[in-house]
T-cell receptor
Framework: ETGVTQSPTHLIKTRGQQVTLRCSSQ?????VSWYQQALGQGPQFIFQ???????GRGNFPPRFSGLQFPNYSSELNVNALELDDSALYLC??????????????FGPGTRLTVL | AQTVTQSQPEMSVQEAETVTLSCTYD???????LFWYKQPPSRQMILVIR??????QNATENRFSVNFQKAAKSFSLKISDSQLGDTAMYFC?????????????FGKGTHLIIQP
């Protein structure tokens, strides 16, 4: 167990809807990253939040957005869902410094199915 | 942009055998980090081992060791005395130095099956 939790475990939505996924980081971790893992693929980086600000983004459109809160929780919001958004969504928390890379601790993921 | 390639979609070995998983990567950076992650059926990604590119010595963690060849951009994982609990997807991953704002770049994974 990494101490990182995600909710819900599974979610089914229809195309065009909006969804919010939640993550609770390890206590004290100032950074959270979100990844999308399609079936049979490796995770792909969506974005990272550091001290409540987005400080890095992968190749994902603006309809993927996030929030990070002072209580070590965070959200991933996806608007206008498409069928290709069906995937496992992973969050990972870490304690980052400006010039260091520290281990990312992953949650168990939320399985999103878009019909 | 960095790329990570894992050329073995699936591998199967007998319990107690040694197995090596392959990974190659492409980057123009001189300093970076490489990782092997394990993802069991429970889906939670677990860090197995980590290598910093500026360190020449290969990383070792108990039964897990890596063969890091910087010039060849190769980073293989060796699992000795394999156990049934090692059955999982294994992902090779890359990160730039200087903070993680670019996130991890993962390969497509190798499904490792340990047979009793």
């Amino acid at each position: 167990e990494t101490g990182v939790t995600q909710s819900p475990t599974h979610l089914i939505k229809t195309r065009g809807q909006q969804v919010t996924l939640r993550c609770s980081s390890q206590s004290g971790h100032n950074t959270v990253s979100w990844y999308q893992q399609a079936l049979g693929q490796g995770p792909q980086f969506i974005f990272q939040y550091y001290r409540e600000e987005e400080n890095g983004r992968g190749n994902f459109p603006p309809r993927f957005s996030g929030l990070q809160f002072p209580n070590y929780s965070s959200e991933l919001n996806v608007n206008a869902l498409e069928l290709d958004d069906s995937a496992l969504y992973l969050c990972a928390s870490s304690l980052e410094g400006e010039w260091t890379y520290n281990e990312q601790f992953f949650g168990p993921g939320t399985r999103l199915t878009v019909l | 942009a960095q790329t990570v390639t894992q050329s073995q979609p699936e591998m199967s070995v007998q319990e107690a055998e040694t197995v090596t998983l392959s990974c190659t990567y492409d980057t123009s950076e001189s300093n970076y980090y490489l990782f092997w992650y394990k993802q069991p059926p429970s889906r939670q990604m677990i860090l197995v081992i980590r290598q910093e590119a500026y360190k020449q010595q290969n990383a070792t963690e108990n039964r897990f060791s890596v063969n890091f060849q910087k010039a060849a951009k190769s980073f293989s994982l060796k699992i000795s005395d394999s156990q049934l609990g090692d059955t999982a997807m294994y992902f090779c991953a890359f990160a730039n130095s200087g903070g993680g704002a670019d996130g991890l770049t993962f390969g497509k994974g190798t499904h490792l099956i340990i047979q009793p």
